[in-house]
């Protein structure tokens, strides 16, 4: 009979043992749990200077007005000359985003007034 206790004695401890074994792993794998937020919602926008500095490669422009919305620069350009002139210097400003547009055709002059701000980058 003794034997049988001192056998149900072992086999009742180890069994307590890998319940403790199991319970501190997972306590302590809870705390080591670290988040890691792979998505940044950081947007970088240009300023005013940097904007100008590139529209600095236009010959025949004048920025009319500039307004800050939501940290995002939305500013009037009005470009003047022929219209082989103006179609080559719409196709510089690809890398804005043209929000409006107006066009007025005089006799001694062309002009196109435009609202640009920068292309949204994820």
């Known amino acids: 009979m003794n034997k ?6 072992v086999i009742v401890m180890i069994i ?6 199991f319970c501190i792993n997972k306590l302590n794998s809870e705390k080591d ?5 792979t998505q ?9 200077s940097d904007i100008t500095n590139e529209l600095n490669c236009l010959d025949k422009i004048n920025i009319i007005s500039a307004n800050k919305i939501d940290g995002k620069w939305f500013v009037k350009v009005k470009l003047n000359g022929n219209k082989e002139y103006l179609l080559n210097e719409l196709s510089k400003l690809k890398i ?3 929000s409006d547009y107006i066009i007025n ?3 001694n002059e062309n002009s196109i007034l435009v609202e640009i701000s920068e292309k949204e980058s994820f």
Do not use: A, P
């Open 4 to 9: 049988i206790y001192n056998k149900l004695i």
């Open 16 to 21: 307590f043992v890998f319940v403790q074994i």
């Open 105 to 107: 055709k005089n006799e």
């Open 33 to 37: 749990i670290i988040v890691n937020n």
């Open 40 to 48: 940044d919602n950081f947007k970088y926008h240009r300023t005013l």
């Open 96 to 98: 804005y985003d043209i």
